[in-house]
């Protein structure tokens, strides 16, 4: 159990680290995996050191330094493709069009027009560029932990949102590389003639057991392989290594993942420096037989119609697994409650445990925070579109009440989903004193604002400490 927290709190200070601090947001987007792909996907690394170290104590290194000779027999196409709608792939977008190249934006239409993401003229622009719009679920989740009916909701009422916005949408990301036979049956169902996901091939030789390159056609379009995404540590050799390695080995596709670009605005950005000389090298191997295309012109298809999900038909107010008694299965880390999720921000060292110390029932959750320069742990209800989040009328106001044990202050705090998707933080509670007996914090919201569709609420620990929560309650007062 010690390991096993160790292990925790590293994988939390790393995931702190990578985020920006003062904007008090829960979208969990980062190279936070929090999945059992995630473990899979380390164990597969460590298949991998292992293999390599093998490899060397045989004499076989993976090749290394030059890059192979073009082979112009075997047609090779690399999909240059960009996660989750941050306003720094404006820096893509321009350099794209100087080099005459097309990309695919994957873009989360919850996340449209949020704090350092694009906007809807922005994401429009791009696609007038000739850039390809994709979708990558309305609120960026890990498919595998949602039940299918909000599968659904965040996969095919993203296509929707997307296309009502004029943008042809056929190409879909899975957030996380997160996917399971119910999301890709969903994907399919949704009307998208692809999905990308990130795992299975070799960039530069990190996995000497994947190949370079995709097959063309793809062996399943609903999961289509990549090389791990590239971040700021990673080599531009090591990029170019790859597509020359999938030439000289027959040909192929190689789909590459970004996230940022720009110089040194997050651990996931490739410098400019890097991506024009990406560019550059590309356009130099183009007489080479290397070509550069969107997602959708390899897949190719017709666009079909949008089809929304499946609508919440939960009433007002009615919460799910108020008292934290059932697990969400495949959460990482383990033990989280069904349809509550541990959140936080700032640079602060946590770790979050599953208690028998509970007020009611058998389980309570509890965070203890050892370190904090900024920000905080919180435990809200799961901001999606419906099979977590309660339903809320605007002009109404909610009594909402949890009870908690602790050694620091605590808070409510609230957040609201906009029509779109988006969640914003709302308001939060005077805060509470510690308490070493359960109590319970009770606090009625304002009115609900005007364009609030869902509520996200929670306990906060913003202070070293320890808070131990149960029992969470949430009642639509009487009137309006
Ligand atoms: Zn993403």
Redesign the pocket.
């Known amino acids: 159990m010690i390991l096993m927290m160790n292990v925790r709190k590293v994988i939390r200070v790393r995931q702190f680290s990578t985020r920006k601090v003062g904007a008090d947001r829960a979208d969990g ?1 980062g190279p936070r995996r929090p999945t059992g792909a995630g473990r899979a996907r380390r164990a597969g690394m460590w298949g991998a050191a292992l293999l390599l170290l093998l490899g060397v104590l045989c004499g076989v290194t993976p090749s290394a330094s030059a890059i192979a000779e073009p082979d112009q027999s075997a047609p090779t196409t690399v999909s240059l493709t960009f ?2 709608g941050f306003a720094s792939q404006l820096n893509a977008q321009q350099m794209l069009a100087e080099h005459h190249m097309n990309g695919t934006f ?1 873009i ?1 239409s919850g996340f449209i027009g949020l704090e350092g993401r694009l906007t809807l003229p922005q994401i429009q622009a791009i696609q007038a560029d000739g850039n390809e719009i994709g979708g ?1 679920t309305v609120n ?1 989740r890990h498919l595998p932990l949602l039940d299918p009916a909000e599968q659904a909701r965040q996969i095919c009422d993203d296509r929707v949102a997307l296309s009502q916005d004029g943008l042809r949408v056929t190409s879909f ?1 899975y ?2 590389a997160g996917l399971d036979a119910s999301a890709k049956q969903v994907v399919q169902n949704c009307g998208y003639n692809s999905a990308r996901a990130e795992e299975g091939l070799s960039a530069g030789g990190d996995c000497p057991v994947c190949p370079s390159g995709e097959s063309m056609p793809p062996a399943d379009p609903y999961s289509l392989r990549t090389a791990t995404p590239v971040i700021s540590s990673t080599t531009l050799s090591s990029i170019q290594q790859q597509i020359a390695d999938a030439q000289a080995n027959g040909g192929g596709w190689v789909p590459i993942v970004f ?1 940022e670009v720009c110089d040194g605005c997050s651990d996931m950005a490739i410098s400019l420096a890097d991506f024009a000389a990406l560019l550059d090298w590309l356009d130099s191997r183009a007489g080479d037989g290397i070509a550069v295309a969107t997602v959708d012109q390899v897949i190719g298809g017709a666009v079909q119609n949008p089809i929304a999900g499946p609508p919440d038909q939960r009433p007002d107010g009615q919460l799910v697994n108020p008292s934290l008694e059932a697990l969400t299965p495949f959460s990482y880390p383990e033990g989280q409650s069904e349809c509550w999720e541990q959140s936080g921000f700032g640079v602060n060292t946590a770790a979050w445990a599953r208690v028998p110390s509970a007020h009611s029932g058998s389980w309570a959750e509890q965070v203890s925070m050892e370190s904090r320069t900024s920000g905080d742990q919180k435990l809200i209800t799961r901001q999606d579109s419906g099979s977590c989040s309660p339903a809320v009328k605007p002009g109404r106001s909610y009594t909402l009440s949890a009870w908690y044990t602790s050694t620091a202050p605590t808070r409510m705090v609230a957040f609201y989903r906009k029509p779109g998707g988006a969640w914003v933080y709302w308001t939060g509670s005077p805060q509470a004193d510690p308490s070493a007996d359960w109590t319970q914090l009770t606090w009625q919201t304002p009115a609900i604002p005007a364009d609030a569709t869902r509520l996200s609420f929670g306990l906060q620990l913003a202070d070293v400490g320890t808070l131990t929560i149960d029992d969470y309650a949430m009642t639509p007062d009487p009137s309006p």
Do not use: I, N, Q, S
Request: avoid cysteine; proline fraction near 18%.
């Open positions: 987007v996660d989750d994957y989360p990558h960026h990301a957030p996380f996230h």
